[in-house]
């Protein structure tokens, strides 16, 4: 039986979207790779352990979780004391205890490289411009 916080927590977001996936991973205790920082504010990835332990079960690499991650409106966090091979993200919708903010995280529309003669594209590596 499902207890009200998880059904509240399923009906505030979809659980196939990628915030949802990152919120079930970082709160997973199980899961050493990713974690909150003190504050419940900022998500620091150790990035080795991460691409060992995650990443082989969903993604391409780290390169493209990254994306993603921006794609959603994290930004890299510097940290004063930062740890060789860990990566810290913010973002201000993604905190702990607050899954009821994720509803706000939106992905951002990628924008279609637009060439100044018009649309383009590529085959085979070359740019091909369609002649007007």
Same mark, same amino acid.
């Given at each position: @039986?499902?207890?009200?916080?998880? /059904?509240? &927590?399923?009906?505030?977001?979809?659980?196939?979207? *990628? +915030?949802?996936?990152? /919120?079930?991973?970082?709160?997973?205790?199980?899961?050493?790779?990713? *974690?909150?920082?003190? %504050?419940g504010e900022i998500v620091i990835i150790n990035q080795f352990l991460f691409e060992k332990e995650v990443l082989s079960k969903g993604y391409k690499n780290f390169k493209s979780f990254h994306r993603q991650l921006n794609?959603? !409106? &994290?930004?890299? &966090?510097?940290? #004063?004391?930062? @740890?060789? !091979?860990?990566?810290? *993200?913010?973002?201000?919708? &993604? #905190?702990?205890?607050? +899954?009821?903010?994720?509803?706000? @995280?939106? %992905?951002?529309?990628?924008?279609?490289?637009?060439?100044?003669?018009?649309?383009?594209?590529?085959? !085979? !590596?070359?740019?091909?411009?369609?002649?007007?």
């Open positions: @039986m499902e207890s009200a916080a998880q /059904w509240s &927590f399923q009906a505030i977001i979809d659980a196939k979207k *990628f +915030p949802a996936k990152l /919120w079930n991973l970082v709160n997973d205790p199980a899961n050493n790779a990713i *974690f909150w920082d003190s %504050r794609l959603y !409106g &994290f930004k890299t &966090f510097r940290s #004063k004391t930062v @740890m060789a !091979g860990y990566k810290y *993200f913010q973002n201000p919708n &993604f #905190k702990i205890d607050h +899954p009821e903010l994720l509803h706000k @995280m939106t %992905r951002k529309q990628v924008k279609n490289r637009v060439n100044a003669h018009g649309p383009c594209f590529t085959l !085979g !590596g070359e740019v091909i411009v369609p002649s007007t």
